[in-house]
């Protein structure tokens, strides 16, 4: 049994599958990580996540991973003759024959609210996909965090908001240690391993009267 939480992979090769994750007839549980840039070169792919027994991937970035027929899933990004489920997370940068999820393996359950930037999970209607919009980095980076380094999400990604705060609860904070929803934004939890600040708006008028309370504070005080 293998339980994966909070963690980056990446960049690492497979000769046969699973060039990140390969889940041989066991069970395996991954959440808020960041699966990405992987590769496997020969047999049924899953570049990203290999699975013949059960995995359970919940708040997960799987993206830019390659197989021998294209990337993520499928062949590329996640491959699945198991049982197998996605929830909350984000597949992307998927190419060629495979696609995000295989295509001849088992369909992933959806768990929902997933965004996707093809469309070969056979996601449901809480889901996003063919989405062009995901806004995801093409590199690694410690956004706030020394350890681990994560993919993040830009403003007007379509995996901002995506989680309603009722399906979120399980999972409080993101692979960062970030808080889950961000309290900036408490309408929805984003998918993926990445929770998405929104920034702090600081009002002038708030700003310069405070500026000017002290002034006058400073000015009492002189003529005392």
Known sequence: MATLTDD??????????????SNDFGTATLTDDTISSNNATG?????GVYNTGTATL???TISSNNGPGGVNIGPGGVTNYGTGSLTN?????????GGSCIKGGRVMTDGGH?????????????????????????????????????LA????????????????????ADERGQPRPDPGDTAGCDAGAFEYQAPV?????????????????????RSR
Do not use: M, W
Not at 89 to 97: A, V
Not at 127 to 136: E, P, R, W
Not at 153 to 172: D, N
Not at 206 to 219: H, I, L, P, W, Y
């Open 201 to 221: 708006v600081i009002s002038t008028t708030t700003a310069a009267s405070a500026r000017s309370e002290e002034r006058r504070v400073g000015k009492e005080c």
């Open 153 to 172: 999400v830009g403003p007007g990604s379509s995996a901002i908001g995506e989680v309603p705060v009722a399906s979120c609860t399980a999972v409080t």
């Open 8 to 21: 980056t992979i990446s960049s690492n090769n497979a000769a046969f599958a699973g060039g990140g994750v």
């Open 58 to 60: 919940t708040d997960d």
């Open 114 to 150: 997933n965004v996707e930037s093809d469309d070969t999970c056979g996601f449901g209607s809480t889901d996003v996909v063919n989405s062009t919009t995901i806004g995801l980095a093409t590199t690694l980076a410690a956004n706030g965090s020394s350890s681990p380094e994560t």
């Open 43 to 47: 047999g049924s792919g899953g570049g």
């Open 89 to 97: 997370s984000i597949l992307s940068e998927s190419s060629e024959q």
